[in-house]
């Protein structure tokens, strides 16, 4: 039987993990975090959870739907029915928009743990450093072995993907043209507690090009802070110019940018800064859906290689599975 080590227990590596146990594999999982989700990730706080990274998730592919199904059936995820709106020529109206989505309960990480459920996972578990002797992938951890495998899959953002290879192999071209363009872009995250809610809707887009991307009311959701805790993410655009700006310079763009939408003088409190270095897909990316070299032995997925978003990392982790089986 193939020993299959997984790093990153985020949604790609989860769905990767089940898949392959559910055909017979082996499976051992590995993440730096001290719970799996990645970017599923909810803050817990004194006043609930905290949606900091993705905030919902949709369902277009049909398979993806089914295991939507199968999640609400055993109560992981539930359908968010927020209020939308689009922020456009200075004013907030709401959005005919009427797409299912879902979001984890009680956190965002709820499915990728109840894929995991069972599986062997090591967490806080940072892989450092790989070797590879043409036919074994051995891991490291500050210079200690986490053992000896038969296949690597790599289901971690792009740029930690290809350091971690750059310890082990010379990347040849076509490895190489994995990692010519950057396939992810920062966001910066804010949350700001306010004392009233300035417009009657959970989440709102703004305008592209403007240097918020979305707001969320995130009492909206079930299990999440009460009051009105509004969480911002900035544009891709503005996160990239600001990448290592300090929180107290996001924070106060954030309020001035809230005031500004709203119209208003708001009393606000930012509560949470979150630096996302790898966050979202750049449209400039060309998708592979997953990356398999046999010869390697060796297998890439993630929302990077697939085309962001939640479900197509979930997407992405069961075609590796299915390519790794053949
Ligand atoms: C701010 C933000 C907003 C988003 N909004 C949405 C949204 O509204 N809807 C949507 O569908 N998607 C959204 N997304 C995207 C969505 O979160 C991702 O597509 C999806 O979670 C990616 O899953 P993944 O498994 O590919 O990667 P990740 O979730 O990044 O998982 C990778 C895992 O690998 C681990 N790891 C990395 N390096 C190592 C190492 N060396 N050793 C051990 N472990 C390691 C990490 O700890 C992480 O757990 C958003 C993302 C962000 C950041």
Redesign the pocket.
């Known amino acids: 039987m193939t020993t299959i080590a997984i790093?990153?227990?985020?949604?790609?590596?989860?769905a990767c993990a089940a898949a392959l146990t559910g055909q017979g594999q082996q499976v051992v999982v590995?993440?730096?975090?001290r719970r799996?989700?990645?970017?599923?990730s909810s803050k817990r706080t004194e006043q609930g959870y905290l949606d900091?990274?993705?905030?919902?998730?949709?369902a277009r592919n049909d398979a993806f739907a089914a295991q939507c199904q199968r999640w609400l059936e055993v109560g992981v995820i539930t359908q968010w029915q927020g209020r939308l709106a689009r922020a456009e020529a200075g004013s907030v109206t709401a959005s005919p928009d009427k797409t299912l989505r879902y979001i984890g309960v009680p956190s965002m990480q709820a499915p990728v743990a109840a894929m995991l459920d069972g599986l062997t996972l090591h967490t806080g578990?940072?892989?450092?450093s790989l070797a590879f002797d043409g036919k074994h992938w051995q891991l490291f951890s500050a210079g200690v072995s986490l053992g000896q495998f038969n296949c690597l899959v790599l289901?971690?953002?792009q740029q930690?993907a290809e350091q971690?290879l750059q310890t082990a192999i010379t990347l040849g071209p076509e490895l190489n043209s994995l990692f010519a363009v950057p396939a992810l872009l920062p966001?910066w995250?804010v949350n700001l507690q306010l004392d009233h809610s300035p417009w009657p809707y959970d989440g709102i887009f703004a305008k592209t090009g403007s240097p918020l991307s979305?707001l969320a009311r995130q009492g909206s959701k079930p299990g999440r802070c009460q009051g009105e805790h509004w969480l911002l993410?900035f544009s891709a655009a503005f996160s990239q110019q600001y990448l290592e700006a300090d929180n107290s310079v996001i924070a106060a763009h954030a309020l001035q940018l809230v005031q500004q939408l709203a119209g208003q003088p708001l009393s606000a409190a930012v509560t949470h800064c979150h630096r996302?270095r790898?966050?979202?897909q750049n449209p400039a990316y060309p998708l592979h859906a997953m990356i398999y070299r046999p010869e390697l032995a060796l297998g890439l997925?993630?929302?990077?290689v697939n085309g962001?978003?939640?479900?197509?990392?979930w997407l992405?982790?069961v075609q590796l599975a299915q390519a790794l089986s053949l």
């Not at 799996?36 to 599923?40: A, F, I, K, S, V």
């Not at 578990?125 to 450092?128: A, F, I, L, S």
């Not at 997925?301 to 990077?304: I, L, M, N, P």
């Not at 962001?308 to 990392?313: C, D, I, K, T």
């Open positions: 790093i990153g227990a985020g949604m790609a590596g989860a590995f993440d730096k975090g799996p989700g990645g970017r599923m900091l990274g993705a905030q919902y998730f949709t578990c940072q892989v450092d289901a971690i953002p930690q971690l966001c995250a979305w993410h996302w790898y966050a979202q997925a993630g929302d990077w962001g978003r939640v479900e197509n990392a992405s982790g």
